[in-house]
C-alpha cells in the first residue's frame, strides 16, 4: 500500500527554472491538497482540489499551477522558480466528509539558488 | 476563518518531565483538531485526532490531548518526557467542507537531559 507518494524529495533549481513536484495516491480519495512550510509558519495550503477535473485555490498560491486530470494524480508546477520558493512541500489526500484520515506524503524539500 | 494558535514557539522540557503544548484554535462549527510531531529532516506523523465524543483523546507514544470548547482549546499532553520526543509539534484545524487543514505556526520542544 504506497499511501501518498510524492517525488523527488530533494531539489535544487535555480532562480528562473520551472519544475513540477509529483504528488500521487492509490487510495482513490476525492480531495487532495499541496501545503508548504516554512520555519515560524506552519503548514500553510497552496492548492487543493475535491475530484478530477476541479481545482482551487488556497492561501499561497501565487507562483504554482496545479491542474487534477486524473483522481490518482495531483501534480504541483512551479511556473519561473523564485528564493521566495524554497520551502518544503507536503502533498495530502483524503476522503470527503468528517471522521477521515488525512494521509501526507513525505515531504519534497525544494531549494531554489 | 478558521485559525489556529500555538502560543509557544519553543519550550524546553527536562527528560521525565511533565508536558503540556497549547493550542487555541477559532472555526465557527464543531472543530475537528489534530496534533501532529515532524522530527527534523523528517515528515508529518499523526499524534491524535479529535472528531467527537470523549473530550479526552489518548494517541500514539504516550500522548493525550483534551477538547475545551469553553476555551477553544486543545492541548496536548504526556506524563514524561522522553528525549526521543525532541521535534516539532503541530496542532491543525480541519474544515471539512474541502479538506482542508488549517495549522498553527508549531512549538519544537527541545528535551534537557
Known amino acids: 500500500n504506497a499511501g501518498v507518494t510524492q517525488t523527488p524529495k530533494f531539489q535544487v533549481l535555480k532562480t528562473g527554472q520551472s519544475m513540477t513536484l509529483q504528488c500521487a495516491q492509490d487510495m482513490n480519495h476525492e480531495y487532495m491538497s499541496w501545503y508548504r512550510q516554512d520555519p515560524g509558519m506552519g503548514l500553510r495550503l497552496i492548492h487543493y482540489?475535491?475530484?478530477?477535473?476541479?481545482?482551487d485555490q488556497g492561501e499561497v498560491p501565487n507562483g504554482y499551477n496545479v491542474s487534477r486530470s486524473t483522481t490518482e494524480d495531483f501534480p504541483l508546477r512551479l511556473l519561473s522558480a523564485a528564493p521566495s520558493q524554497t520551502s518544503v512541500y507536503f502533498c495530502?489526500?483524503?476522503?470527503?466528509?468528517?471522521?477521515?484520515?488525512?494521509?501526507f506524503g513525505e515531504g519534497s524539500w525544494l531549494t531554489v539558488v | 476563518a478558521q485559525s489556529v494558535t500555538q502560543p509557544d514557539i519553543h519550550i524546553t522540557v527536562s527528560e521525565g518531565a511533565s508536558l503540556e503544548l497549547r493550542c487555541n484554535y477559532s472555526y465557527g462549527a464543531t472543530p475537528y483538531l489534530f496534533w501532529y510531531v515532524q522530527s527534523p529532516g523528517q515528515g508529518l506523523q499523526l499524534l491524535l485526532k479529535?472528531?467527537?465524543?470523549?473530550?479526552l483523546v489518548q494517541g500514539i507514544k504516550g500522548f493525550e490531548a483534551e477538547f475545551k470548547r469553553s476555551q477553544s482549546s486543545f492541548n496536548l499532553r504526556k506524563p514524561s518526557v522522553h528525549w526521543s520526543d525532541a521535534a516539532e509539534y503541530f496542532c491543525a484545524v480541519l474544515n471539512t467542507g474541502f479538506q482542508k487543514l488549517v495549522f498553527g505556526t508549531g512549538t519544537r520542544l527541545l528535551v534537557s537531559p
Open positions: 479529535y472528531f467527537s465524543g470523549d473530550t
Open positions: 495530502a489526500s483524503s476522503y470527503g466528509g468528517s471522521g477521515n484520515t488525512i494521509y
Open positions: 482540489s475535491v475530484g478530477a477535473g476541479i481545482t
